[in-house]
């Protein structure tokens, strides 16, 4: 399957200070991406969507001031964590649309697991 | 109407035995169905995926049947070994709507040895 990495893979930062963390696509260009929170034992949370060249759609509830996102290549996606707080810290997931006639999949990253003291 | 249930919660299976997942939908547009693996510390990873014009795919050890009328559809993983146990989410996606995953809850493996 198509590969998509994610850096870091771990983070730990200070309160108030701002994190990003990048999402690449190796092996296939991907024109949608997405970003996704999940605390533990729980299941994938959806933050926004991520489209190429365009502003990103956010998901009810997810502030867009304080998680920036910027898709300025068919190959990486940045999630920006701004003036992070500890109740931001989880576990960050992204993944990456391969899609086309006859196909339509998402390839997840490996995560980055974010720690905001 | 997003929302895909799925169940159990948790399940434990002895070495050898079946494990089987269910998932329900309410969105008749759903038109894409992935179960994605997830071990702890890890991203998910996609295990095997269906569309509605079959009822049923299997790759190895692992089965999705899908029946479109009940709106159901399930993973069946047969022998499993202690090296399935993990957290498997199944989901849904419409080509139309963008793609987007709506995911079920989430079901945690264990299989005794």
């Known amino acids: 399957g198509a590969v998509v990495s994610q850096h870091p893979s771990w983070v730990i930062c200070k309160s108030g200070t701002s994190v990003k963390i990048e999402c690449r696509s190796l092996d296939f260009q991907a024109t949608t991406m997405f970003w996704y929170r999940q605390f533990p034992k729980q299941s994938l949370m959806l933050m926004a969507t991520s489209n190429e060249g365009s502003k990103a759609t956010y998901e009810q509830g997810v502030e867009k001031d304080k998680f920036l996102i910027n898709h300025a290549s068919l190959t990486l996606s940045t999630l920006t964590v701004t003036s992070a707080h500890p109740e931001d810290s989880s576990f960050y997931i992204c993944s990456a649309r391969d899609w086309g006639l006859s196909t339509d999949t998402q390839y997840f990253g490996p995560g980055t697991r974010l720690t905001v003291l | 109407q997003q929302q895909v249930k799925q169940s159990p919660q948790s399940l434990i299976v002895q070495k050898g035995g079946i494990s089987i997942i269910n998932c329900a939908y309410e969105?008749?547009?759903?038109?894409?169905f992935p179960w994605y693996q997830q071990f702890p510390g890890k991203g998910p990873a996609l295990l095997i995926a269906?569309?509605?014009?079959?009822s049923e795919k299997k790759e190895g050890r692992f089965t999705i049947s899908f029946n479109k009328s009940a709106k159901q559809f399930s993973l069946h993983i047969m022998d499993s070994q202690p090296g399935d146990s993990a957290t498997y989410f199944c989901a849904a996606s419409s080509y139309n709507q963008g793609g987007k995953l709506i995911f079920g809850q989430g079901t945690e493996l264990s299989v005794k040895p």
């Open positions: 269906i569309r509605p014009d079959v």
């Open positions: 969105n008749t547009a759903f038109d894409y």
